[in-house]
């Protein structure tokens, strides 16, 4: 287990583990201070089943914002997406386990939790932000072969690339190169924000495109800034205008 899953599994675990025993504590210190009448009469493990959930899906949450932004992908609309999706998720366990055990309508459920879970959630966030926010190395450049050479080839210096058989060919303006791999690995590792994908065997730096152009067919091309064009395919014609559209 690596530092990192350490730091945000101790984190959930004492965390929640804290926030349970005084929820209880509090409880039991209220009962024990009042007159039976007044009583609350919680079983002791009602903190448990309540938060006990959010043992495994804080570290998930933790996982899923930490990978997404080693890879620069850390969008608000992921995001937004991830913690939504959690949200549903604790919503979902919660109502189901209260409609077995105590016989607690959903709807009724779902109007008690739904105030505390999503304040929870950013809660999570904002301590995945301020403390657990690794700042990963965020590479620049990529191996590529010219001949029996191997160099480095910036990003910033690849016009588009595109797949020839085994190999992937990487374009500059004066130059290509070679890399034995496939077009969808070299896809993973480049920043999508700088590179979007034209066609199933093209991938294209934004940078230098210069417009796009449409045939009557409903493909198109790619127009680059050095005058040269890679293919458009229809499959990846809204994503593409959509990135030029905000970019401009």
Sequence with gaps: MTEQLKKEWAISIGGWSALILFLTGTYILYDFAMPAS?????????????WGIWYLLTPIIFRLLDQYHSKQQLTHQKLIGILALMLCISMTYQSIFDLFV???????????????????????????????????????SIEVERGAKKSQLNY???????????????????QQFLKRTTLKQVEQQLPDS????????????????????????????????????????KAFKPKVKARLNNAA
């Design 38 to 50: 007044q009583q609350i009469n919680n079983h002791p493990a009602w903190a448990l089943q309540e």
């Design 102 to 140: 105590f016989d607690d309508s959903i709807a009724y459920t779902l109007l008690y939790f739904a105030p505390s879970h999503p304040l929870v959630l950013f809660v999570i966030s904002y301590i995945w932000h301020t403390f657990l926010r690794a700042e990963h190395c965020i590479d620049s």
């Design 156 to 174: 910033d210096d690849i016009t588009h690339i595109n797949s020839a058989s085994n190999y992937v060919e990487f374009h500059t303006q004066e």
């Design 194 to 233: 700088q590179f979007i994908r034209t066609h199933r065997s093209h991938l294209v730096n934004l940078n230098f495109i210069e417009r796009i152009q449409i045939k009557p067919s409903g493909s198109g091309l790619v127009l680059l800034k050095n005058g040269q064009s890679v293919a458009l395919s």
